[in-house]
């Protein structure tokens, strides 16, 4: 038995300590918000938060995400969605939407650092995460608009 | 495929209270209808829901039920704006609930449930209108006889009835009893366009929000109490068996359940996708490779483009004689083109559950037809389809890979044989080895121009295998199927001499449709080859184009606007160069005008694209511009890395290391352009891609004199 702390709640997890994290959020755990597209880092769709950085959940394995503090989207937002949440509601970021969680975690982590992105940051921090619906532009405008409205107090 | 209209007159209403007191109206439509399902109103009125489309509760509120499948194109949005705009009412009060396999939700255009072809809204606007605008009839009649006044007098807003000579008003959760037992009029009077308050105006998607907060659920998201988790290895060669089997170490790991043969591959039915995984590795399996172990796709070329010139094909068009007027021209040009297969690469990978039991089979997927799958699993089961339960779930993408049914073949026998419900997922590995490819496909052209420099005559030979024929292998596979030459058969270009021919070549790769077909080669091939053409006479690649379409006003318009947006004929900026292209496919027309700037060792970068598209009436522009936007992202990247290479009956290309997408870093700035009208709405889904990659090789020409034939885009070509 593992110990897992996801979204400020412990688990005790059966998983094999070489299972990657996103099959034991999705299978063991039933927090199926996190995607499986590729298994290699290639995509990003896995993305969460380890102790508030972004991680490709698909090649971090259980062990070492034992202890540590995990956060996916299903735990993004707060009473209120996330001012990201509220930017891709704004812009309708998502066409098929299966990209959408590994987007809004690494843009959530870019904001974390607290200042406006310029595109050349945005460009770092997202070409990772691939949206084969091409919703790009509008997940850069809605990365605006979120730290636009971080900084007007909301 | 059906026409509409005559879809459309042969319609026909019926009505009732549905158990829970709402208000269920049902657009009955012919073709493929049990009429069995379509109880008489004194039957328990709960019966009547799985056929209805619009649901209306005490309070007000619209439940538009849709039998179409999300796949990120906005149809749950689009529909319930159309109905709700002519049922007048108010958006927030909107929702939708999907449904699965039904034929009372059979697509008007195809005569079977099906989502593709970007038929969703063409097929469904009229009749959905009309089932939303004799509810609001039959709701303004009730209040009208309960007021004992007349109907012409009363107006319907909002959710309400009001007669404004009286000041009597009421919602239309009063009204529905009494016009329940109304009979609704089979062509009741349509909204005039200038009265929408929702059609044409941008809407909030109502899928939104649970896209952004991990709730919406897929097909691969799908739990079910005691469900396994299962992958399935296949034989790496196309249509190969497994032969011998060693499964004594798959069993042995932790977590696997079974090791089941399958006709075509053998299943691993564990615990989890992980324990799956473990099982697959320590699986050994001798392969019966079959007849296509040969298969490469390099032969598959040397035999395509050797077929164009050894036979003739069949005829797809023919106007005036392009014999006669070969010799007689001033200048002639021949060029050979190319496009290789394609991987559809849906973010979702292939998956499928399913509970196969001895009473009844539920299925939960993200498919595209809804109707095929439930038949094929009857069929593995034994079952009478009425026991096939489908439950469609959001699509992580289609794009016409979840047409398919193997992966859904794949669940249902994994249950049969364990007689528990298996959720098999597919690795991306699968997805992208184990595709219905966008077929590869050879063209061969020739051109003249007359002494002043008008075309004379245009021939075009394609070579490419029949998708109809592999889709449907039941139908009639004489003449020339449309999907094949779909794109270059009907270019609209006013020239004198024009033969379109197909060979046709089968060539052991499965294939499938890849948004937009036939078109996202075609409008390639043809838009790039006009531009040789231009180029040949010596003039400017818009204003030649519009010389060939003076008939043609509306595509001339639909040009102009893109090339006018996007500063045409004007200074691009430093290294920066322009190509245009247009295509007509699914009933809309789209051009783009892509500004691009090439590397001295030959990387292409794509600036910006400006899209105008003529679709006709418009439902939600935001969502025309959403899936302009991803057409041309699907057919960039296509244009720059797409390409599926086989070798010895197996695929080459794995995952996305090697069969990439375009990414946030390459994304061109995109702007889109909205031609208004109020006739019948065209597709939107895939309009957007056919034009892209001409635009783009166009514009490349431009920046390097260096003609583009073959897809995808090489750099080492165009390195300086
Ligand atoms: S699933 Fe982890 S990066 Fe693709
Ligand atoms: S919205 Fe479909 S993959 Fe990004």
């Known amino acids: 038995m593992a110990k897992l702390t996801v979204n400020n709640k412990e688990y005790e997890v059966s998983s094999d300590p070489s299972t990657p994290l996103l099959w034991v959020l999705r299978d063991e755990l039933g927090l199926t918000g996190t995607k499986y597209g590729c298994g290699i880092a290639q995509c990003g769709s896995c993305t969460v938060h380890m102790d508030g950085k972004p991680v490709r959940s698909c090649i971090t394995f259980l062990r070492s995400a034992s202890g540590k503090k995990i956060t996916t989207i299903e735990g993004l937002a707060g009473d209120q969605p996330h001012p990201l949440q509220k930017a891709w509601v704004e812009k309708d970021v998502p066409q098929c939407g299966y990209c959408q969680s590994g987007q809004i975690m690494a843009a959530a982590a870019l904001l974390e650092k607290g200042k406006k992105p310029s595109d050349a940051e945005i460009d770092s921090a997202m070409s990772g995460i691939v949206c084969r619906c091409g919703t790009y532009n509008r997940i850069r405008e809605a990365i605006k608009l979120a730290a636009m409205g971080g900084e007007g107090g909301e | 495929m059906t026409d509409q209209n005559k879809v459309d007159r042969r319609s026909f209403l019926r009505t009732g209270i549905a158990a829970g007191g709402t208000l269920v109206i049902g657009l009955h439509l012919p073709i493929g209808v049990n009429a069995k399902g379509w109880p008489d109103e004194a039957e328990p009125a709960d019966t009547l829901e799985p056929n209805a489309f619009i649901r209306i509760s005490k309070d007000g509120k619209l439940t538009v039920r849709i039998g179409q499948a999300e796949m990120g194109q906005g149809v749950l949005t689009s529909l319930a704006m ?11 009060n909107v929702s939708y609930e999907t449904v699965g396999a039904d034929p009372a939700f059979n697509n008007p255009l195809f005569g079977f449930q099906g989502t593709g072809g970007s038929t969703s809204v063409r097929g469904f606007y009229t009749p959905l209108r009309k089932a939303a605008a004799s509810t609001r009839e039959i709701l303004v009649a009730a209040a009208a006889a309960e007021w004992g006044v007349d109907a012409g007098g009363c107006k319907a807003a909002s959710g309400k009835v009001t007669h404004s000579a009286s000041g009597r008003s009421a919602g239309y959760g009063e009204l529905f009893e009494a016009a329940a037992k109304l009979t609704p ?11 929408f308050k929702l059609i ?35 034989c790496p060669v196309f249509g190969g068996k497994p ?13 696997v359940h079974a090791i089941v043969p399958l006709d075509y591959g053998v299943g691993i039915v564990a615990d989890s996708f992980w324990a799956a995984r473990r099982g697959r590795q320590a699986l050994k399996v001798e392969w019966d490779e079959g007849a296509n172990a040969g298969v490469s796709t390099e032969a598959i070329y040397k035999e395509f483009s050797e077929a164009a010139a050894r036979e003739t094909g069949k005829e797809a068009r023919k106007e005036g004689d392009v014999a006669a007027a070969k010799p007689t021209a001033a200048k002639s040009l021949e060029a050979d083109y190319f496009t290789p297969y394609l991987a559809h690469a849906t973010m979702e990978p292939m998956n499928c559950t399913a509970d196969v039991r001895a009473d009844g089979c539920d299925i939960y997927v993200g498919t595209q037809f809804q109707g095929f799958t439930q038949m094929a699993a009857a069929g593995m089961t034994g079952l009478a389809p009425d026991k096939v339960k489908v439950h469609n779930k959001m699509l992580g993408g289609g794009f016409g890979r979840r047409a398919a049914l193997d992966f859904v073949t794949d669940a249902v026998m994994l249950s ?12 991306r590995e699968d997805d992208t080895q184990h595709d219905l490819y966008r077929p590869a496909t050879f063209h061969k052209l020739s051109a003249g121009l007359d002494a002043a420099g008008k075309p004379l005559y245009w021939q075009h030979k394609l070579v490419n295998p029949s998708i109809m024929a592999s889709f449907f ?7 020339v199927d449309d999907s094949s030459v779909e794109g270059a058969a009907n270019i609209a270009y006013e020239i004198p001499n024009i033969s379109v021919d197909w060979v046709r070549k089968e060539a052991g790769v499965p294939i499938g449709f890849w948004r937009s077909v036939g078109n996202s080669h075609t409008a390639f091939v043809v838009e790039s080859f006009l531009d040789e053409l231009a180029h040949e006479a010596g003039r400017d690649p818009l204003e030649f184009r519009l010389s060939l379409l003076e008939k043609d006003k509306k595509k001339a318009a639909i040009l102009r606007l893109a090339a006018e947006k996007a500063g045409w004929g004007k200074p691009a900026g430093e290294g920066i160069f322009r190509g245009i292209a247009i295509c007509e496919s699914f009933a809309s027309t789209v051009a783009e005008v892509a500004e691009v700037s090439v590397s001295k ?43 599926i290479d086989v070798e010895g009956g197996k695929v080459r290309q794995t995952n996305f290391n090697n069969y990439k997408m375009l990414r946030m870093n390459e994304m061109p700035k995109v702007e889109v352009h909205i031609v208004p009208s109020n006739e019948a709405p065209g597709g939107v889904g895939e309009p957007g891609t056919p034009p892209i990659a001409a635009a783009v090789t166009n514009a490349v020409f431009a920046a390097t004199g260096k003609r583009i034939r073959r897809l995808p885009i090489n750099p080492s070509d165009l390195a300086s």
């Open chain 2, 416 to 427: 049969k044989a364990v007689k528990k419900p298996v959720k098999v997922i597919w690795t």
């Open chain 2, 82 to 92: 159309i109905v709700a705009d002519e049922l007048e009412i108010d958006w927030p």
């Open chain 2, 200 to 234: 044409g105006k941008a809407a909030k998607r109502l899928d939104t929000p649970m896209k952004s907060d991990g709730t919406a659920e897929f097909g691969i998201d799908v739990r079910l109490p005691g469900m396994l988790v299962a992958q399935v290895l296949r």
């Open chain 2, 185 to 195: 009029p089979a062509e009741p009077k349509l909204k005039d366009p200038k009265d």
């Open chain 2, 601 to 643: 060792s030959g990387a292409v970068k794509v600036h910006r694209v400006v899209c105008a598209v003529d679709c006709g009436q418009v439902v939600n522009p935001d969502t025309v511009a959403a899936q302009m936007e991803g057409g041309i992202v699907y057919g960039l990247t296509a244009v720059l890395y797409g390409q």
């Open chain 2, 473 to 479: 292998p039941d139908a009639p596979s004489e003449g």
């Open chain 2, 243 to 255: 032969g011998k089997i060693d499964d004594g170490a798959a069993k042995a790991v932790a977590g």
